[in-house]
């Protein structure tokens, strides 16, 4: 029993004159001792970093690299395109050293696969305007067919606010169009209602003009009749007492 409490006594001895130590060290020093008090100051300062908890350090945010974007993309040239000089195209083409392959256009803008065929080399041109904007150069056929559609679709996408834009022209034209017609008819209708209504108010004017006429013209044969059967009166009556005035003259 008393060796056990010997070794935790001789375990626990060193743990507590670590503290003793620590507790003298930050305990204040008389005020009289110079190099006393410049010990307490410092064992005052290493007291407070060791009472202070530790902060954790913040990671660091990695910084996105910034890379260039090539004007050929990397599908092209990692198939032996490169960059041409557009005055030796141009030169070239002055020259007439140049056949064309392959040429598209789309409004303003138009792609040329031309073919050198003194250095066995193939050139795919950009064109603004006719004027020569971008111009590549390619070792074989098959990688100029791909700087050649690569440029079309670049051509495309540019174009399309322009074929956009001419296909609202264009509907616009016709409906500016179907507008006219629609008021070209709309006034034929108007003038047909208009001419249809002066006519329909030309027959019934005369429908009772007609009839006016036609009542006026009874009343005369009414009244014609009416003399006409009295002249017949009158005549019979004459008739009878001229009859009455011949003597009547015996049968023989």
Sequence with gaps: MKSLLNRRSVL???????QD?????????SP??????TLAA?????????AAPASSPRPARPVTTLRPV????????????????????EWLA?????TPFRVFRSFAYSVSLLFHAKELAYYVALYQDGSLWRALKAADLEAAEAAFHHFEEQATRLSDGETRRAQLEAQNEQLARMIARSEVQAERLRSELQRRGTQEQTVASRQHQVRKDVSQLEAQRVAAQA???KTHRQIHQLNLTSNEAIPHLPSR
């Design 12 to 18: 626990a001895g060193p743990s507590h004159l670590v």
């Design 21 to 29: 130590a620590r507790a003298s060290a930050c305990a204040p020093s």
């Design 32 to 37: 009289d001792d110079n190099e006393g008090a």
């Design 42 to 50: 410092a064992a005052e300062a290493a007291c407070a970093d060791a």
């Design 70 to 89: 090539p004007v050929v993309p990397s599908q092209v040239s990692s198939r032996g395109v490169q960059i041409a000089d557009t005055a030796e195209v």
């Design 94 to 98: 002055e020259e007439e050293a140049l």
């Design 227 to 229: 003399h006409l059967n």
